[in-house]
Nanobody
């Protein structure tokens, strides 16, 4: 069982930056691939970024490639998402997810956090 708690979401102007964090419980954090997902108003949840358990491999959605960076600290059981050059279309609730399968986490996670709201004003 993994419990996830996101933080860091807030209102920011277009072009600005935010850093989201996700704190995980449990003693086997490094065994899980971690991902960030988002759900914009009226839209389906979409994949944003993922990182492998050892932090070596990362993968991003085309819409955020080059602007967002995912990282993790296995000693602190945390995963972060640095978001730069934010756009109004990045407005969404951002969710942290965990899965034992890095290859398929983009399709959905086994464990989810409660989400944190990111709002980007024009």
């Amino acid at each position: 069982q993994v419990q996830l708690v996101e933080s860091g979401g807030e209102l920011v102007q277009a072009g600005g930056s935010l850093r989201l964090s996700c704190a995980a419980s449990g003693r086997t954090f490094s065994a899980y691939a971690m991902g960030w997902f988002r759900r914009a108003p009226g839209k389906e949840r979409e994949f944003v970024a993922t990182i492998s358990g050892n932090g070596v491999s990362t993968y991003y959605a085309d819409s955020v490639q080059g602007r967002f960076t995912i990282s993790r600290d296995n000693a602190k059981n945390t995963v972060s998402l640095q978001m730069n050059s934010l756009k109004p279309e990045d407005t969404a609730v951002y969710y942290c997810g965990a899965s034992r399968r890095y290859s398929s986490i983009r399709l959905g996670a086994d464990y989810w956090g409660q989400g944190t709201q990111v709002t980007v004003s024009p």
